[in-house]
């Protein structure tokens, strides 16, 4: 049982544009929904999260979308840098346990 | 470095043979939890503790692994008699958890890498 999916393994897109990754969830008990960046050999790191009382959080670059009826989430990420190509988690998780279900993460390329 | 700290960073066993991996969480983090990474996947979820007790455990932690967190400071993972299916990396996390700020994030160790020959 998937509770959370990114559908799309792979993105590549130019520098200066932008990247968005998406990421779609079945638990309707989660209620708060992170975004983490992975480097080879490197545990993940925070990105960006958002509330579920919230539909948009943005931080410089990083912006995240929340669809609750949908139960679908985004990031966007312009200008997309050579940096930012990373593997990128969708991690939906609940305030009381504070457990992330992470997604089978997309792996975003960003050409000079 | 006040991080997650975890070791050994890599490690090299014969299957049937018994390792043990531990974790260092941030000195003030009330909440450890261990995630279990294979290639291609996302991190899943395993264990976690809230101080020294081990409030949640996945169905993906069989018998033959076992967690602890004796003082609610440091954490250790065992996995007995080891198979070639536990081939993985294994992550710790920390977080404070006291209802103020709230992110909900964790904040993650550089993993310890499990091979199984």
């Known amino acids: 049982d998937q509770q959370v999916k990114q559908n799309s393994p792979s993105l590549s897109v130019q520098e200066g544009r932008i990247s968005i990754l998406n990421c779609d969830y079945t638990n309707s008990m989660f209620d708060y929904f992170l975004w983490y960046k992975k480097y080879p050999a490197e545990g993940p790191t925070f990105l960006i999260s958002?509330?579920?009382?919230?539909d948009k959080n943005e931080d410089g670059r990083f912006t995240v979308f929340l669809n609750k009826s949908a139960k679908h989430l985004s990031l966007h990420i312009v200008p997309s840098q050579p940096g930012d190509s990373a593997v990128y988690f969708c991690a939906p998780g609940s305030s009381n346990t504070g457990k992330l279900i992470f997604g089978q993460g997309t792996t975003l390329q960003v050409k000079p | 470095d006040t991080g997650v700290s975890q070791d050994p960073r890599h490690k090299i066993t014969k299957r049937g043979q018994n390792v043990t991996f531990r974790c260092d969480p941030i000195s003030e983090h009330n909440r450890l939890y261990w995630y279990r990474q294979t290639l291609g996947q996302g991190p899943e979820f395993l264990t976690y503790?809230?101080?020294?007790?081990?409030?949640?455990k996945s169905r993906l932690l069989s018998d033959r692994f076992s967690a602890e967190r004796p003082k609610g400071s440091f954490s250790t993972l065992e996995i007995q008699r080891t198979e070639q299916g536990d081939s993985a990396m294994y992550l710790c996390a920390s977080s404070l958890m006291n209802g103020q700020g709230y992110t909900g994030e964790l904040f993650f160790g550089e993993g310890s890498r499990l091979t199984v020959l």
């Open positions: 503790f809230q101080n020294e007790a081990q409030l949640e």
């Open positions: 958002i509330s579920s009382i919230k």
